[in-house]
């Protein structure tokens, strides 16, 4: 007999009784930050790789200053965005959220079919721009807040593109951008 037999004919032998479920009721109303939500917002978009910098001054020159190399900028923000035939070469795609989450760092983006779905993975840089007034406290406050039905989908995008299945090695821009800065303004 080998290992493996034995190891299966080990356990099918136990006589050990299942073990009782655990029962666990979870408050998240209790996850609230009050004054402190930019706060832990910027701590957690910052600990996935992300950076917040406040400012009112969102014009396209300002934010592409904040970006080292910029060559091709498409802007999503205008209601209707330049988009280069071959997105390949945009180096800063520029998004607006409605939304932002203190409890992971995220903000909710919306294609809602106004630029190609790939802008959000193809660029080296993203920035992101959100009002302090947008940020809830937790991701329930935010799926009550979210209107699915009118864009058919969108995602919560919490600092660039990372990964750590390859030998247990962080990579940054494996899958998507390499940076992210989200523009905070009041």
Not at 7 to 21: C, K, N, T, W
Request: glycine content about 8%; aromatic content about 6%.
């Amino acid at each position: 007999m080998d290992s493996r037999e034995a190891i299966l004919r080990a356990l099918s032998s136990s006589d050990r009784a299942p073990m009782e479920s655990v029962e666990m009721e979870l408050d998240f109303e209790t996850l609230r930050f009050g004054e402190n939500r930019v706060a832990v917002f910027r701590q957690n978009l910052e600990s996935a790789g992300g950076e917040v910098i406040e400012t009112d001054d969102v014009t396209i020159e300002e934010i592409s200053s904040r970006f080292d190399g910029v060559g091709i900028v498409v802007d999503t923000r205008e209601e209707t965005p330049d988009i280069p035939e071959d997105i390949s070469g945009v180096s800063l795609a520029i998004f607006s959220s409605p939304l932002a989450v203190a409890e992971n760092g995220a903000v909710w983006i919306e294609p809602c079919g106004r630029y190609p779905d790939s802008l959000l993975t193809l660029p080296i840089a993203l920035a992101v721009v959100v009002s302090r007034k947008d940020i809830v406290d937790n991701m329930h406050e935010a799926y009550e807040r979210v209107e699915i039905g009118k864009c058919g989908w969108g995602l919560f995008l919490s600092g660039p593109s990372k990964t750590a299945d390859i030998e247990q090695s962080l990579v940054i821009g494996a899958h998507g951008a390499v940076e992210m800065k989200l523009f905070l303004t009041e």
